[in-house]
């Protein structure tokens, strides 16, 4: 008689159980995948992008001369170059964008941000800080969830990047070639405008891509139809048959060598890992000129630099990691330029718009405005117009709360308690502002070995008294705006009158109204740390000089680079992401001279 086993059942039964338990689960697993897999087939087919695939396709070897790890904002135009002339592999953590309607069009922008599915195009993190993050996990990164706004950085700071400014303009007229459009304007975009030109946000400078002092209409991403364009666009320039790119595919380790007579390591390739947890590695070929390129953002270089060995050696030894090159300031001088936005409720409908005019102020504030978002709505309702708004509490910039209390509760909290107001206390926008730099700055350390995971982020929010300034100085603008007689249309005449349209007070409770709340009673300097919130805007951790040299190449290690914002001191422009797709196309050429020979395709 067989032994008892769980529940009296015999040992035997119990295996066989367990075994099928396992083998369905798996095939459960395998099976959704497939049909993901199957719709990502169709979309790039569509696109023509036979060389888009899926990490569980992969070979277990494979070499290239170049491997580019993230296939965001920096990564795509950097691999379409490089593949003109030499073997490329860009490996992506995230999925495909087209065909999905998180990242196709403005109306499930926010959506995007809230979506905590493990499918999600975005990562959702809370920087130890208190502030809820998002981090793009698609095809084409930060440009397939942001706002869509296109503008160049100054002058100024490509002279202090020390970048050519020739092939800077070059590479910014080939991105915009490919997919900047100039916005339809609509009215209050229009009154936002005026009302900054009479706040003295001034000149006025019409339509300009350039980053210059005053107000001015800038680029979008969003075409006249409304479709977003993203960084993967950049890749149906790329040679097809020299680019292969893997989707969800997680890297893990770059590998390192010792060359003979050098002191220096050197890399040779990288590890991977598809959905199905299957290692694979990827060689360089030749090395001496082939290389391993980051691109995978302010979070996602420093940290597999860390999980490689390279980094602060007592940290990653804490973390049981070999330091193989002790660079201290791998992960350090990270920054999120620190937003602060306030929701002016309208008397009329507002038409959706997302970011279109900004005021470059001369004391270190940018004013922007987003209009025609709905607040309060569950994240199931998928009814156009229905959407979460880009600043609503389920994407976690409830304003009213200090960072600290801005708890999953309190947001469910804030979400239902909307849900009962009257649906006129959503029509509006909101106007916000960020400051330059920052000077603030933080850092980026390992919470595990685990590279599916988020690292921990410490941003150091206003800890710099002049950022504290700025910010009071940008709310100040905005106020004089709201009250502007350019913006009246879109305001309510006082207090009174919005509360004998909706419950005003009620709403406060959850946004930041203007005028202020009258039992409002806190400095304008606290107010900007209480209500401060993230405008995606992250960058630094592998600066140029402590981590990477004017080239790129990270210091004390051969064959690797890092390319993306993560290099960045201070954000360029008012929006950042016009410079990251620059950058990629810029040292996509830069690195072409250096490693082609004329006549050599590198096949």
Known sequence: MAAPGLHGLPVVLVVVATVLGSFWIRLAASQQQGEEAAGEEAERQRYNFRFVRHARDAPLVSHYNYIVVGGGTAGCPLAATLSERSRVLLLERGGYPYGNRNVSSEYHFADALADTSPRSPAQRFVSEDGVVNARARVLGGGSCLNAGFYTRASSEYVRAAGWDARLVNASYRWVERELVFRPDVPRWQCALREGLLQAGVTPDNGYTVDHVPGTKIGGTIFDSAGRRHTAADFLRSANPRRLTVFLHATVSQILFRRREGSASPVAYGVVFTDPMGVQHRVYLRGVGRSEVILAAGTLGSPQLLMLSGVGPRAHLEKHGVRAVVDRPMVGQGVADNP????????????????????????????????????????????????????????????????????????????????????????????????????????????????????????????????????????????????????????????????????????????????????????????????????????????????????????????????????????????????????????????????????????D
């Open 339 to 602: 937003m602060n936005s306030v929701f002016v409720p309208s008397p009329v409908p507002v038409a959706l718009s997302l970011v279109q005019v900004v005021g470059v102020t001369r004391f270190g504030s940018f004013i922007e405005g987003v209009s025609g978002s709905q607040f309060g709505i569950p994240l199931h309702s998928r009814r156009r117009g229905h959407s979460f708004g880009m600043f609503s509490p389920m994407t976690g910039q409830l304003g009213t709360l200090p960072p600290r209390e801005r708890t999953p509760e309190a947001m469910r909290r804030a979400a239902e308690v909307m849900q009962g107001l009257d649906r006129r206390a959503f029509r509006g926008g909101f106007i916000l502002e960020k400051i330059l730099g920052p000077l603030s700055t933080g850092h980026v350390e390992l919470r595990s070995t685990d590279p599916h995971a988020n690292p921990a982020v410490t941003f150091n929010y206003f800890r710099d008294p002049r950022d504290v300034e700025r910010c009071v100085g940008g709310i100040q603008t905005i106020e004089r705006v709201v009250r502007s007689r350019a913006f009246s249309r879109f305001t309510y005449a006082n207090a009174s009158a919005m509360d004998a349209a909706f419950d005003c007070a009620a709403l406060a409770k959850f946004l930041n109204l203007l005028p202020r709340h009258p039992r409002d009673t806190r400095p304008l300097q606290q107010y900007c740390r209480d209500t401060v919130m993230t405008i995606w805007h992250y960058h630094g951790g592998c600066h140029v000089g402590p981590v990477v040299d004017p080239d790129y190449r990270v210091i004390g290690v051969a064959g690797l680079r890092v390319v993306d914002s993560s290099t960045f001191k201070y954000s360029p422009g008012t929006n950042p992401q016009a410079t990251v797709m620059m950058l990629g196309r810029y040292m996509g050429l830069k690195i072409q001279e250096e490693g082609w020979r004329p006549g050599r395709p590198r």
